[in-house]
Every structure is written in C-alpha cells, then in structure tokens.
C-alpha cells in the first residue's frame, strides 16, 4: 500500500508531521481529519511512487518546425494584477455554475488574450489532467500566484469547498485593486504637476537665468551682485556647464535610494517613514490596515489555520513595519496568547481596531469581525484620499510659487540695486 508523508496542524495550531499507509490522497485527507488534523500538505512518499497507480503523464503541446521561442529577461513572466483579478473571477464563476474545474480552465483558455497567462492557463490545465490539484499547478508558477492565492485554494480543496474560497479571493483581488486604483489616481494629478513643474525650473535654470547673468555683467560693470543672486547663478552656471553631469549625479541619487531601501535598516526607515509622512502617512496607515484585515479575515474563513495565515499575512503585508507586527502576533498565538497584546505593543493599530479584534477573538467571530474593519477602512481610504488630494493642491502651489518667486527675486535683486544707485545720483 502506497505512502504518504503529511504535515497538518493540530487543533492549538501547533505543526505535526508524520506519514499514513493508505490507497490514495484523498483516502490521507479524510484519515487525518477523522485524527483531528488540518492538513497542509499530503504528497505520497518518494520511495512508494510508481508501486500505486501511476499518474497519467501531462500533454506536452508539439512545436512547430518553423516555430521560435525567444523569450527576454524581465518580460514575459509575470501577469498585471487587474488581468489576474479578471481570470480569478471568471473561474469563480464557471466552477460556481456547476462546471468541471478542468473545463472551466480550458474554457478559459481559449479566450484569454494576454500571451502569458493563456499560457500558464494551459498548463494548470494540463497538471490536474496529469492528476496534480489545482494548488500544486498553482505552486508551479509562483510569480503570478502568490502564497495568499495557492494557499486559499488549497484549503478550498481540503474543505471541499473549491468555488466559494474562489469567489473570496476574486472579491479580496477586486477590493485591493479598487483600493488601489484610487490611492494611484489621487496621486496622479500631484505627480503630472510636479512633473511639469520641474521641467521648467531646469528650463529657467539652464536657458533664462544665463541670459540674465550677461546683462548684469554690462549693466554693472564688475560690480558685486547680491549674494543671493550669485547663489542662483552659481546653481545654474553648474546645471549649464555640468548638465550631463548633473542628471548623472540625480539618476545616481536614485539608484544609491533604491539600493538602500533594498537593505533591511533601510526598508524599515523607508517604511516608517511611508507611515509617519504628514499628508500621506494616514493614507498608506489605513491601506495597511485595511489590507491586512481583509487578508486575515479571508484566510481564515476560507479555513486556512490561523498560524499558517498569519504566515502568509506577513509575507503579503507589503510593509516592514506591519510584518514586524504580523510576527508577533504570530510568536503570541502560538504560545497560546491572544492577538490584541501584539498589536497593541505595535503601535499602528488604532484602538478602534484592537478593540474589535478582542470583541471578535472572545465571541469566536474573528473573521467576520476582521472583515468589517476592512470594509470600515476601505470608506476610511476614500476620505484620506480626498482629503489628501484636497491638501496636496495648495501645498504644491505654494511650493511653486515659493520656488518660482525665489528666482524672480533673484534676478531682480540687482536691478534693484541699480535703479537705487541711478536715482542716488
């Protein structure tokens, strides 16, 4: 009889790890929940593979004579998260409809139209034909699918329960893009502008201001120019004589930025920051929290155990400060404590959100209670946002003017100067 090693958490969430001498896979599942176990992974042993019943072997698709596969770094391996929302949806709703899991991807398939996933469509297809699950294919292509996606499926396969967890993750997917599109369209405009307003502040600098320098030089005649004028000049003089040079230096800031961020002290102070900025701190602070509520709430409700959730949660929380947080929680509830202490110490959650995650964790309705705080904060990011928008037009217009009205009165500080040395004589 064929064996399978598996690995399954108990009833505490603590992770146990053994094996079982059974006909099948699903033969495993049941015999470990009957145990008490949440099985999360169940593969049959190395040695034993091929004594059973052999898997039918994938399709490979025959190429062409004439056909050319050329692929090229950096393109091609992964799939926008709109597109991916798009397809998660459609899945939802074929497998909902009563159509065959297998179907329904080849269905798919044929209509999908962006090359990549049409692909990798195909190949999720040709896995479970082969006789993998459908979060084995998944695993298999982790760059479109991350841990929050392949483990929710799994756990939809565990509890048999495959097309609602699908209509989950297709309603968190769309939430979060939601949430997104509008953060990237409030910072749109702010961005456009500065955009253009920087083009002309190296325009002035580079092309007005030197002609401003030579007619001070005959009006003067040697004469000292105020020192903020000279400071203007020098700074233009350098942007002038040094332009490649300049915009080497910026780049050059850019690229030493993004390498430090990629640093572990440096993701933390980037992320902190993010947090603490005056106008843009209470936005990225409610899309966090919304983002990882939502993200708990679905995974446990969909039956993924709590510590494996927590797991996921901190690698999807997109922000150093709030996985720092996710891992306390996590060391917390796996010696048997409660989640609010944790969060509390953090100190990035309000006491709004502690207070209902308590109520929820003491009336064993957690997941529900977590999804009403994101829904709650999904409104709370409309009000940032705009409230944000409204901030960010003056603040940049003043700004500009600040700017703009610094080097017009630094080019007219001299002819100041000599208009008061003309009426003087």
Known sequence: MPKFNYVAMDSRGKETKGSLDVANQNEAISRLKEMGYF???VTEAAGEKGKGAKKKPAKKKKKGKGSINITIPGFGGKVKPKVLTTFTRQLATLVDAGLPLLRGLRVLAKQEKNAVLKRIIGELGDSIEGGSTFSEGLAQHPKV???????MVKAGELGGVLE???NRLAEFMEKAEKIKGKVIAAMFYPAAVMVVAGGILVLLMVVVVPKFKQIFTDMLEGAALPAFTQFVLNISETMTNNFVGTALSVVAAFIVLKIAIKTKWGRWGFDKFKLKFPVLG????KVAISRFTRTLGTLVSSGVPILQALMIVRETSG?????NAVTSVHESVKEGETITKPLD?????????ISMVDVGEQTGALPEMLMRIADNYDEEVDN???AMTSLLEPIMIVFLAVVVGSIVIALFLPLISLIDQLGGQ
């Open 39 to 41: 099985p999360t992974k």
């Open 164 to 166: 609602v967890v699908l």
């Open 319 to 323: 922000n150093v400060i709030i996985s």
């Open 384 to 386: 940032a946002v705009a």
């Open 282 to 285: 209470p936005v990225v602070t």
């Open 345 to 353: 110490d953090s100190k990035v959650f309000p006491p709004m959100v």
């Open 145 to 151: 699918f991350n841990k929050l996606f392949i483990n």
